[in-house]
């Protein structure tokens, strides 16, 4: 019998990251973390399991993504099928709208949806707890996509206790997230080679012991709305985790020129009174962080900086979702 269930998941924009893991293989992270969907980028995951299919088969964005893909899908769908003891293959075919591997987290929605969509295929019904902690096992932010509006993902120390639940529904603070586009390339170390790093750097340990610490501030903020407290605790977390990726060994540097550019930018817009802030991921393009009323001349300006190519809006989004078509 075939089984096909198709799946939609936003990508999130960590405010306190995860940067380095305590258990690289299920993915149990160095620490917790703090997110926000992005309603306006998806990814949108179709799985078929058919007993003739002779191997697991992957298609991303139309096109074959190549062996290591491969891999690391047919890896993640060994556990859906040890979970619903089924033996078949399977094929899986996802689309992203927005530009893959460029520090904007296609592997966060790409696993989310990936995990919805197998598990149903699969014919397990698994609760939101469950399904966060099968998509961590994809790719860990992929864990923060599962639930809706602003995630937590509380670190722990296995399998069990390692996953993310909503901490506000995503109408409870309109924050907006103008990602400031300076390069669409594929990044060179994506984030799964960047992790196994992190124990390289100095600054590394000194970022973990203190992450409790951003995450009571980060967390009251987001719960109080209050901006300023917001901005200095995002900005500093994203920039205590650049410090460890640039001085580990290899060191990885994820900014272009553009990337500080736009850095100064926003300090300045700040220093004048507009509530605004950035975070950047793995990779050189800036996620600006502002309020609905600041966000069109917010947006207006991006635009105005040398390589800035454009700006992609997000306001918080829902959790990962079963689609008809
Ligand atoms: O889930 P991964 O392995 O793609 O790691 C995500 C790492 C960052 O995006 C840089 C930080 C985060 O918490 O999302």
């Given at each position: 019998?075939?089984?096909?269930?198709?799946?939609?998941?936003?990508?999130?924009?960590?405010?306190?990251?995860?940067?380095?893991?305590?258990?690289?293989?299920?993915?149990?992270?160095?620490?917790?973390?703090?997110?926000?969907?992005?309603?306006?980028l998806?990814?949108?995951?179709?799985?078929?399991?058919?007993?003739?299919?002779?191997?697991?088969?992957?298609?991303?964005?139309?096109?074959?993504?190549?062996?290591?893909?491969?891999?690391?899908?047919t890896?993640?769908?060994?556990?859906?099928?040890?979970?619903a003891?089924?033996?078949?293959?399977?094929?899986?075919?996802?689309?992203?709208?927005?530009?893959?591997?460029?520090?904007?987290?296609?592997?966060?929605?790409?696993?989310?949806?990936?995990?919805l969509?197998?598990?149903?295929?699969?014919g397990?019904?698994?609760?939101?707890?469950?399904?966060?902690?099968?998509?961590?096992?994809?790719?860990?932010?992929?864990?923060?996509?599962?639930?809706?509006?602003?995630?937590?993902?509380?670190a722990?120390?296995?399998?069990?206790?390692?996953?993310?639940?909503?901490?506000?529904?995503?109408?409870?603070?309109?924050?907006?997230?103008?990602?400031?586009i300076?390069?669409?390339?594929?990044?060179?170390?994506?984030?799964?080679?960047?992790?196994?790093?992190?124990?390289?750097?100095?600054?590394?340990?000194?970022?973990?012991?203190?992450?409790?610490?951003?995450?009571?501030?980060?967390?009251?903020?987001?719960?109080?709305?209050?901006?300023?407290?917001?901005?200095?605790?995002?900005?500093?977390?994203?920039?205590?985790?650049?410090?460890v990726?640039m001085?580990?060994?290899?060191?990885?540097?994820?900014?272009?020129?553009?990337?500080?550019?736009?850095?100064?930018?926003?300090s300045?817009?700040?220093?004048?009174?507009?509530?605004?802030?950035?975070?950047?991921?793995?990779?050189?393009?800036?996620?600006?962080?502002?309020?609905?009323?600041?966000?069109?001349?917010?947006?207006?300006?991006?635009?105005?900086?040398?390589?800035?190519?454009?700006?992609?809006?997000?306001?918080?989004?829902?959790?990962v979702?079963?689609?008809?078509?």
């Open positions: 019998m075939i089984k096909t269930a198709i799946a939609l998941a936003h990508p999130n924009i960590a405010f306190i990251k995860y940067w380095g893991d305590k258990d690289s293989d299920l993915r149990i992270p160095a620490n917790g973390s703090i997110s926000m969907n992005l309603d306006s998806y990814s949108r995951t179709e799985v078929t399991f058919d007993s003739s299919f002779e191997k697991d088969e992957l298609i991303l964005d139309g096109q074959d993504p190549g062996e290591k893909a491969v891999k690391r899908v890896r993640f769908l060994d556990h859906v099928r040890l979970m003891g089924i033996p078949n293959f399977a094929r899986v075919s996802s689309e992203n709208n927005f530009p893959t591997g460029s520090g904007i987290a296609s592997s966060a929605s790409a696993f989310a949806a990936l995990s969509a197998a598990s149903t295929a699969a397990l019904e698994l609760d939101e707890a469950a399904l966060s902690r099968l998509a961590r096992r994809g790719s860990g932010s992929a864990c923060r996509s599962v639930p809706a509006g602003f995630v937590e993902w509380q722990g120390q296995d399998d069990e206790s390692s996953y993310a639940f909503s901490i506000g529904p995503r109408d409870h603070w309109e924050l907006i997230d103008c990602i400031a300076v390069s669409q390339e594929h990044k060179g170390i994506g984030s799964q080679d960047g992790h196994l790093l992190a124990e390289t750097s100095l600054v590394q340990k000194i970022r973990v012991v203190d992450t409790p610490r951003r995450l009571d501030i980060c967390r009251q903020a987001i719960l109080n709305r209050d901006f300023e407290a917001f901005a200095e605790v995002v900005e500093l977390d994203s920039n205590l985790m650049h410090a990726m001085t580990s060994q290899p060191q990885l540097y994820y900014w272009q020129p553009a990337t500080l550019g736009v850095m100064q930018a926003v300045e817009w700040r220093k004048s009174g507009t509530l605004v802030c950035f975070t950047i991921d793995a990779g050189p393009n800036v996620h600006v962080i502002t309020l609905e009323e600041s966000s069109p001349k917010v947006i207006a300006d991006l635009l105005q900086i040398p390589g800035v190519s454009k700006v992609l809006v997000s306001r918080p989004g829902t959790r979702r079963l689609v008809s078509e």
